[in-house]
């Protein structure tokens, strides 16, 4: 069964950093694309960063270029999300989300709530 | 940045209508788009990909259609469970989702 499970949420102060990680299994974590989505509260959903397989290729949203980095770790199976800078308007769940070849994003966590707030 | 616009933002059926919702892209995406469904408290479920075809597991009751910019969802016969929000999602360039559609119960 694929299971992707989010970790590191809180609450953080503005200015302040946080490391999201996203813990996969049931399927070989290393041949998919994997990417962060967001949600703030009451809110649609944002695209925030993807990251290609082998880790070689990353993109960011403009809402958060500079601020935040994408990596994985293949062996241990493993996503990340390193979120410096935060800001009020990071405050939302984030969700980690295998890709599938062309075919939109099959398998999301439950997402972990990440607060900015003094 | 490829913007897209759902309609309507939200509307209220009963079980066993028929119901269309659509997505525009501001630019031509050929048919690189996705359908979710969300409910609350819940990470969104994959409906349809490749702008028409089914996931799998998911009902057929469920259709998709369009390609370049205009695009729609269709839910042939609505059913209790179907009450939730729906996303549409372009992946032609970096990725982007509408404002969403919430479905009430009328």
């Known amino acids: 069964e694929v299971q992707l499970v989010e970790s590191g949420g809180g609450l953080v102060q503005p200015g302040g950093s946080l490391r999201l990680s996203c813990a996969a299994s049931?399927?070989?974590?290393?041949?998919?694309?994997m990417n962060w989505v967001r949600q703030a509260p009451g809110k649609g959903l944002e695209w925030v960063s993807y990251?290609?397989?082998?880790?070689?290729?990353?993109y960011y949203a403009d809402s958060v270029k500079g601020r935040f980095t994408i990596s994985r770790d293949n062996a241990k199976n493993s996503l990340y999300l390193q979120m410096n800078s935060l800001r009020a308007e990071d405050t939302a769940v984030y969700y980690c989300?295998?890709?599938?070849?062309?075919?939109?994003?099959?398998?999301w966590g439950q997402g972990t709530l990440v607060t900015v707030s003094s | 940045a490829i913007r897209m616009t759902q309609s309507p933002s939200s509307f209220s059926a009963s079980t066993g209508d028929r119901v269309t919702i659509t997505c525009r892209a501001s630019?031509?995406?050929?048919?690189?788009l996705a359908w979710y469904q969300q409910k609350p408290g819940k990470a969104p479920k994959l409906l349809i990909y490749?702008?028409?075809t089914l996931q799998s597991g998911v009902p057929s009751r469920f259709s998709g259609s369009g390609s370049g910019t205009d695009f729609t969802l269709t839910i042939s016969c609505l059913q209790s469970e179907d009450f939730a929000t729906y996303y549409c999602?372009?992946?032609?360039?970096?990725?982007?989702f509408g404002q969403g559609t919430k479905v009430e119960i009328k």
């Open positions: 989300a295998r890709a599938s070849q062309e075919a939109g994003y099959d398998y």
């Open positions: 999602q372009q992946y032609y360039s970096y990725p982007s």
């Open positions: 490749a702008a028409s």
């Open positions: 049931g399927f070989t974590f290393s041949s998919y694309e």
């Open positions: 630019q031509g995406i050929s048919s690189y």
């Open positions: 990251i290609s397989s082998s880790g070689s290729t990353i």
